[in-house]
T-cell receptor, first 109, second 112 residues
Framework: GIQVEQSPPDLILQEGANSTLRCNFS?????LQWFHQNPWGQLINLFY???GTKQNGRLSATTVATERYSLLYISSSQTTDSGVYFC???????????FGKGTMLLVSP | NAGVTQTPKFRVLKTGQSMTLLCAQD?????MYWYRQDPGMGLRLIHY???????AKGEVPDGYNVSRLKKQNFLLGLESAAPSQTSVYFC???????????FGPGTRLTVT
C-alpha cells in the first residue's frame, strides 16, 4: 500500500515562531488532507489539498503532486496551535485515507 | 447539526467481554469509517462502509465486526475483547462526491 511519512516527528516552538511540516507519499494521490488533533483529542480538518496552494489565516499548505510531497506552514504560532498534525492521502479508485504518523507540535508561551 | 457523534466516550472492559461502539452522523453522508489510534501509530482503518447495508475491511480488521443497517449509524463490535484492543477509536463520515472526512470525538477503550 501507499506509504506516508511525516517530518519532523516532534517540534517545539516559542510562541510567534514559524514552522514548516512536511508530508511525503510514495505514490500518486487524488486526495490529500491535513488534520490537527488538539490536546483534547478532537480531529479537525485543516485543508483538502491534492495539489496547489491554499491559505487559511496563519496556516497555509502546498502540495506538489508530481514530486509527491505536501507542506504545511504555520506562521506566528500560538499556544493553541499545539497538538498533532496529520497528513492523510487517498489513491484513485480507493475511498479510504492512509494516515502518516503525525508531527507533534508544542508551542510554548 | 451534531455532526458525527460516538457513544460511549469511555469504556473499560475485561478480557473476553464484548461491546458495541455506536457512531451516528446527521449529515446524510454515504461513507462511514472506523479507525483506531495508538501512540506513535497515527490512525489505522479498521472497517468502512460506502453505503447502507455495505461494509468492507480496512488495514486492521481482525477482532472487530461492523454493521451499517441504517445510513446514519455505523456500529463497531468487539466479540471477545483483548488487551491489544486498548486504543482510542474514531469514527468518520464523508459525503459521496466529496473527499473530506469529518471525525467524531473518539471513544477511549481500555481492556484489562
Amino acid at each position: 500500500g501507499i506509504q506516508v511519512e511525516q517530518s519532523p516527528p516532534d517540534l517545539i516552538l516559542q510562541e510567534g515562531a514559524n514552522s514548516t511540516l512536511r508530508c511525503n507519499f510514495s505514490d500518486s494521490v487524488n486526495n490529500l488532507q491535513w488534520f490537527h488533533q488538539n490536546p483534547w483529542g478532537q480531529l479537525i480538518n485543516l485543508f483538502y489539498i491534492p495539489s496547489g496552494t491554499k491559505q487559511n489565516g496563519r496556516l497555509s499548505a502546498t502540495t506538489v503532486a508530481t514530486e509527491r510531497y505536501s507542506l504545511l506552514y504555520i506562521s506566528s504560532s500560538q499556544t493553541t496551535d499545539s497538538g498533532v498534525y496529520f497528513c492523510a492521502v487517498e489513491q484513485a479508485g480507493y475511498s479510504t485515507l492512509t494516515f502518516g504518523k503525525g508531527t507533534m507540535l508544542l508551542v510554548s508561551p | 447539526n451534531a455532526g458525527v457523534t460516538q457513544t460511549p466516550k469511555f469504556r473499560v472492559l475485561k478480557t473476553g467481554q464484548s461491546m458495541t461502539l455506536l457512531c451516528a452522523q446527521d449529515m446524510n453522508h454515504e461513507y462511514m469509517y472506523w479507525y483506531r489510534q495508538d501512540p506513535g501509530m497515527g490512525l489505522r482503518l479498521i472497517h468502512y462502509s460506502v453505503g447502507e447495508g455495505t461494509t468492507a475491511k480496512g488495514e486492521v480488521p481482525d477482532g472487530y465486526n461492523v454493521s451499517r443497517l441504517k445510513k446514519q449509524n455505523f456500529l463497531l463490535g468487539l466479540e471477545s475483547a483483548a488487551p491489544s484492543q486498548t486504543s482510542v477509536y474514531f469514527c468518520a463520515s464523508r459525503r459521496l462526491g466529496s473527499y473530506e472526512q469529518y471525525f467524531g470525538p473518539g471513544t477511549r477503550l481500555t481492556v484489562t
